[in-house]
């Protein structure tokens, strides 16, 4: 554009963060997706960019969420409802404390070897047991508030 020249009539501009917008140029992972959940060649496509609830999205005449679950009905999966992003953590420690209790109880009960060769249930416990403690230090107070908050909430 020459100096002093104003530029023509700008209707809209696009930013193609991470590709989204650009056609995926290896199929063969999603491909894979496919075949490990039975489903029909580009099935995770139609259900993700199906051209009702996905353009209701972008519209945003239906929040995301409500896409997501459309998805998952599409696919025939059941989502019971997506963790908002600061109660992951603390939501993650208190699932991992819970299923590290009732292995280390079931093998207690089963009179598991704790020294026996290979994984046993005691190594599974301890597993859990690290990921919540894991979780659980890279939580913040707060985010702990706001999960118990979420969990009491009334609908």
């Known amino acids: 554009m020459a100096d002093g020249e104003q530029p023509g009539h700008i209707t809209g501009v696009i930013f193609d963060y991470g590709r989204v917008l650009a056609w995926t140029q290896h199929q063969e992972p999603r491909a894979a997706w496919e075949r490990r959940l039975g489903l029909a060649p580009g099935a995770l496509t139609r259900a993700v960019h199906n051209e009702h609830s996905w353009i209701a999205a972008q519209r945003g005449t239906i929040t995301v969420d409500a896409h997501w679950q459309q998805v998952g009905t599409a696919l025939g999966f059941l989502l019971v409802g997506l963790v908002p992003l600061q109660l992951v ?10 299923i590290a209790a009732f292995v280390a109880l079931w ?10 060769d290979g994984m046993t249930l005691w190594d599974v416990a301890g597993l ?3 990921i919540w403690v894991g979780a659980g230090m890279l939580s913040t107070p707060d985010h702990v508030v706001a999960l118990f908050d979420h969990m009491t909430m009334t609908r």
């Open 128 to 130: 859990f047991a690290v």
């Open 107 to 116: 093998a207690y009960r089963r009179g598991v070897d704790r020294h026996a």
């Open 89 to 98: 953590l603390p939501a993650l420690s208190i699932v991992s404390f819970t």
